[in-house]
Nanobody, 128 residues
């Protein structure tokens, strides 16, 4: 069974940090472009950060540059999103997604396609 499972979300104060994990099973992430997306109530889904399959190219939305870091550990079949200096505007459900055929990170993160594999999401709430 093909699955992506996100974890690590929760409630954090502004300025705090969280690390999200996306664990894959049933397939190997090595040959997929991976992305983190988020959706807040009343807003469209937004591409946050994406990472390529082999050369580790990355893309970040302007709103998170300098605060978030995406990484992947192919040996563990897991992708991470380190989120620092969190703001209330970061509050959303965060999803990870994997797409085959190695789309570029910019393409994957800036399109609204729902193709590929998606996790169930993890809630991130930034509030005092």
């Amino acid at each position: 069974q093909v699955q992506l499972v996100e974890s690590g979300g929760g409630l954090v104060q502004p300025g705090g940090s969280l690390r999200l994990s996306c664990a894959a099973s049933g397939f190997t992430l090595n040959y997929y472009t991976i992305g983190w997306f988020r959706q807040a109530p009343g807003k469209e889904r937004e591409g946050v950060s994406c990472i390529s399959s082999s050369d580790m190219r990355t893309y970040y939305a302007d709103s998170v540059k300098g605060r978030f870091t995406i990484s992947r550990d192919n040996a563990r079949n897991t992708v991470y999103l380190q989120m620092n200096s969190l703001k209330p505007e970061d509050t959303a459900v965060y999803y990870c997604a994997a797409r085959p055929l190695r789309p570029t990170v910019q393409f994957m993160c800036t399109t609204t396609s729902s193709s590929g594999y998606w996790g169930q999401g993890t809630q991130v709430t930034v509030s005092s």
